[in-house]
C-alpha cells in the first residue's frame, strides 16, 4: 500500500514538472480504430437477384380490413384477392390459354409459345399485384390449373372416359401432384414479377436526375 502511494506521489510530481514545462501530454493511448467491415459479397442468388426496396408511395393494402376474428391469414388473403381482382383473373385467363396450349400440343412451337405465355402471365400477375406478389401469381396459376381441368374433365366425359375407367387411385394423386406443380410456378412467377416492378422503379429512380 505504501509503495503504491509513493509510486503515485511521484507520478504526480513528473506530471507536475512536464506541465510546468508545457509538455504535458495524454498518457492515454487511443484505443487502435477497428477496420471497416467489407460488405459481404453475398451468394449466388444475392449477386443476381439485388435486393430491390419495397415500392414507394404506395397506400395501405389492408386499409379497410377487419384484423379481428378467426382465421386471420386465411381472411387477408381472400380480402386483397377481392380487392384487386384485375391482377389475378385477367393473367389468370391469360395463363388458361398458355397452358392449354402447353397439355394440347405436347412438344412443339406451340407447346413452346404456350409456355412463354403462361409463365408471363403469371410474372404479370406479380407486377400488378404489389401488395403481395407471390399470392397473386400463386392465384392466377390455380386459376388456370382449375380451367383446364374442368375443360380436360368434361371432354373426358363426352368420350364416356370417367373417374371409374381410369382409377380414383391414379387420377387424384395426378390431379393433386399437377395442383401443387402449378401452385409452385405461379408463386415463382409472382414473386419474379414483384421483384421485377421494385427492382425497375428503383432503377428509375436512381436514373431520374435530381433538382
Known amino acids: ?29 487511443p484505443e487502435p480504430e477497428e477496420p471497416a467491415a467489407r460488405p459481404g459479397r453475398g451468394g449466388f442468388l444475392q449477386r443476381l437477384f439485388p435486393p430491390a426496396p419495397p415500392l414507394p408511395n404506395k397506400p395501405d393494402p389492408f386499409t379497410g380490413f377487419d384484423p379481428s376474428g378467426p382465421l386471420r391469414p386465411v381472411r387477408e388473403r381472400l380480402f386483397l384477392l ?18 392449354l ?18 409463365f408471363g402471365a403469371l410474372i404479370a400477375a406479380g407486377w400488378f399485384g404489389w401488395e403481395r406478389p407471390t399470392l397473386f401469381g400463386t392465384a392466377a396459376s390455380l386459376l388456370s390449373y382449375v380451367m383446364v381441368t374442368i375443360l380436360v374433365i368434361v371432354q373426358l366425359s363426352q368420350m364416356g372416359v370417367g373417374p371409374d375407367t381410369l382409377g380414383p387411385g391414379q387420377v387424384l394423386p395426378d390431379l393433386l401432384l399437377r395442383a401443387v406443380y402449378q401452385a409452385g410456378l405461379g408463386f415463382l412467377g409472382g414473386w419474379y414479377g414483384g421483384y421485377l416492378r421494385r427492382r425497375q422503379t428503383q432503377l428509375s429512380a436512381e436514373k431520374r436526375p435530381r433538382r
Open 1 to 29: 500500500m505504501t509503495t503504491r502511494s509513493n509510486e503515485e506521489r511521484a507520478e504526480a510530481r513528473r506530471r507536475a514538472r512536464l506541465a510546468a514545462r508545457g509538455e504535458l501530454v495524454d498518457d492515454v493511448e
Open 82 to 99: 377481392r380487392r384487386n381482382l384485375l391482377a389475378w383473373v385477367v393473367p389468370g385467363m391469360l395463363a388458361f390459354i398458355g397452358y
Open 101 to 118: 396450349a402447353s397439355v394440347f400440343y405436347a412438344a412443339g412451337l406451340i407447346s413452346l409459345l404456350g409456355t412463354f405465355l403462361m
